[in-house]
């Protein structure tokens, strides 16, 4: 059973630009979190993500970050007109529907923002 | 009210020993506690995990003790090798639907041979 996929798992974009993460949940899995760590940091929760629909954005910067869950595909994080502040490790988790809160990660994308 | 506070920063162990981490919440509402190992460069790999309903919980060399009257929690790993060097992360999270896990700090274990 792979583990959660992520792509890709290095990103160097420019100031200005746009940056798409992807995420593949486990087999079976259809909860998918969103968390950003910066160096020496620990994991901060960004958002949460079923099929088609997010739970909670609660943790989601106001303006250039979405992230979507389509019917088909990965869950998509995209951050537009990137700063240098948003260079950090972006990873992503799914968990199982009975247990939302037993979460497996993915091996992150490593965002550089020149 | 959401937050988890960890410590150490930091911990050096010799080989065999034990490493203690601790963490403290203030949220009553938390009902699952998990801890993460990160290795350099990789994603936090679920260790163990415990709710509150018990005290103890012990898997291999990994014991998480759990005080809910003191709000606080903590991972005890046994025989420590240097393989164990790593960062360690606890958490909290509420249940339900609510899954977002609250993240301490973390510590950076080092074990020494």
């Known amino acids: 059973n792979a583990g959660v996929m992520q792509n890709p798992r290095h990103l160097v974009r420019r100031r200005g630009q746009e940056a798409r993460l992807r995420c593949s949940p486990m087999?079976?899995?259809?909860?998918v979190y969103w968390y950003r760590q910066l160096p020496e940091e620990g994991l901060k929760f960004m958002v949460y993500?079923?099929?088609?629909?997010?739970?909670?954005e609660s943790g989601m910067p106001k303006e250039r970050f979405s992230a979507e869950f389509p019917k088909e595909g990965p869950s998509i994080l995209r951050i537009q007109q990137v700063v240098r502040g948003d260079s950090a490790a972006y990873f992503c988790?799914?968990?199982?529907?009975?247990?939302?809160?037993?979460?497996?990660f993915g091996p992150g994308t490593r965002l550089t923002v020149l | 009210q959401q937050q988890v506070k960890q410590s150490p920063q930091s911990l050096i162990v010799q080989k065999g020993g034990i490493s203690i981490i601790n963490c403290a919440y203030e949220?009553?509402?938390?009902?699952?506690f998990p801890w993460y190992q990160q290795f350099p460069g990789k994603g936090p790999a679920l260790l163990i995990a415990?709710?509150?309903?018990?005290s103890e919980k012990k898997e291999g060399r990994f014991t998480i003790s759990f005080n809910k009257s003191a709000k606080q929690f903590s991972l005890h790993i046994m025989d420590s090798q240097p393989g164990d060097s790593a960062t360690y992360f606890c958490?909290?999270?509420?249940?339900?639907?609510?899954?977002?896990?609250?993240f301490g700090k973390g510590t950076k274990l080092s074990v020494k041979p």
């Open positions: 087999k079976g899995h259809s909860h």
């Open positions: 993500l079923q099929k088609e629909n997010i739970i909670d």
């Open positions: 949220n009553t509402a938390f009902d699952y």
């Open positions: 958490a909290a999270s509420i249940g339900g639907s609510q899954g977002n896990l609250i």
């Open positions: 415990i709710r509150p309903d018990v």
């Open positions: 988790a799914s968990s199982p529907v009975r247990v939302p809160d037993t979460q497996y």
